[in-house]
């Protein structure tokens, strides 16, 4: 970690968002001790639930057999697999065998999306989630992730399209909470011109976080950009100032 942006970025973060949540990092690795090893799940569990340690300042490496939920082990890339009768799960479900959620209208509209979704598969047999400020010279974050609500989401989207010409500098795939901080922002690392993600509209996930509450995340080579970019950027206007006044 380059130990100067960390603190250029916590500087200018406090000077700008005052005491705003800070964002949580995440990479993968085969170093099995880079952080405190999450214990192995007992029982379904949303993984957004496991988060809330790491936004309180902990730091966890997880593995597959750490994560509580099947597609929380899908979306995070440790499995391809999908539970039986899936389009029947995320559709209108079967009739006195399974309840279905209900945010697809047809299994054929899952099939299509299933089709269209891009997949992912974990680089390394461990993912790590720490805070910023707890990272060290030694860390490598591969994508940053806010949860925050509006005023500073407004501030994180219009920062993140200041230096594109692409309208959608920030995008919106429809997926599981830990999709859209996980699975589509890792797929923007190698892209030109990555994207930042926004997310946690997964009804599902959302009992997890605050109500006021929505996920931001972005590829770190974005981030980094963002963070260069902040000092020129309408953050020193007055236009944000009154959003800081708002926000206290």
């Not at 945010?103 to 979704?117: N, W």
């Not at 599981?176 to 030109?192: H, M, Q, R, T, Y």
């Amino acid at each position: 970690m380059d130990i100067r942006l960390k603190e250029d970025f916590l500087n200018r973060w406090t000077k700008y968002f005052g005491g705003a949540e800070l964002p949580i990092t995440c990479w993968y690795t085969d170093d099995g001790v880079a952080a405190e090893r999450a214990e192995p799940a007992e029982g379904h569990r949303c993984f957004i639930a496991d988060l809330a340690k790491i936004r309180k300042g902990e730091s966890l490496l997880f593995d597959v057999a750490a994560i509580g939920c099947s597609g929380g082990k899908r979306y995070l890339g440790f499995t391809q697999d999908v539970i039986p009768n899936f389009e029947h799960f995320l559709s209108c479900g079967i009739p006195g065998i399974l309840e279905g959620v209900r945010y697809k209208k047809s299994t054929e509209l899952v099939k299509e999306f299933e089709a269209r979704s891009p997949s992912f598969t974990a680089p390394a047999r461990h993912i790590v989630f720490k805070r910023w400020d707890r990272l060290g010279e030694a860390d490598v974050p591969q994508v940053a992730i806010f949860f925050a609500p509006p005023d500073v989401l407004s501030g994180l989207y219009t920062l993140a399209g200041f230096d594109e010409a692409d309208l959608n500098a920030v995008y919106c795939p429809f997926c599981a909470g830990c999709g859209s901080i996980v699975k589509f922002p890792f797929l923007e690392i190698d892209a030109s011109h990555p994207r930042a993600v926004l997310g946690m509209f997964d009804v599902s996930a959302r009992p997890f976080v605050p109500g006021s509450t929505l996920s931001f995340a972005i590829p770190m080579n974005k981030f980094a950009a963002m963070i260069n970019n902040m000092e020129e950027s309408f953050l020193i206007t007055k236009s944000w100032e009154a959003i800081q006044r708002r926000m206290g």
